[in-house]
């Protein structure tokens, strides 16, 4: 059974930083593209960030471009999202999810999901 766990929420002051994990578990993560995604309190969940299993096909929504970074580790079937510079309207709950094949930026083509964490960005 496929189990995606993220870990690495909180709340941070403005301008503050947060790293996010995401461990997968449950079969061989080769050939899936891995994402973010986040939805805050009364709006639709929203695309933040996708990575291809090679790493060489990464995707930004433009609003976190230059700000957060996405990556992952295939030995260990982690990805990970690197926050800087946060702002108040980063504030959501932010859920990774697998797909097989390359990265999109639609939350309906993928097939997995995890529960999520909180991310709160005080001003």
């Known amino acids: 059974q496929v189990r995606l766990v993220e870990s690495g929420g909180g709340v941070v002051q403005t301008g503050g930083s947060l790293r996010l994990s995401c461990a997968a578990s449950?079969?061989?993560?080769?050939?899936?593209?891995m994402a973010w995604f986040r939805q805050a309190p009364g709006k639709e969940r929203e695309f933040v960030a996708a990575i291809n299993w090679s790493g060489n096909s990464i995707l930004y929504a433009d609003s976190v471009k230059g700000r957060f970074t996405i990556s992952r580790d295939n030995a260990k079937n982690t990805v990970s999202l690197q926050m800087n510079s946060l702002q108040p309207e980063d504030t959501a709950v932010y859920s990774c999810a697998v797909r097989y094949g390359g990265p999109r930026t639609s939350g309906s083509e993928y097939m997995y999901w995890g529960q999520g964490t909180q991310v709160t960005v005080s001003s």
């Open positions: 449950g079969r061989n993560f080769a050939t899936y593209a």
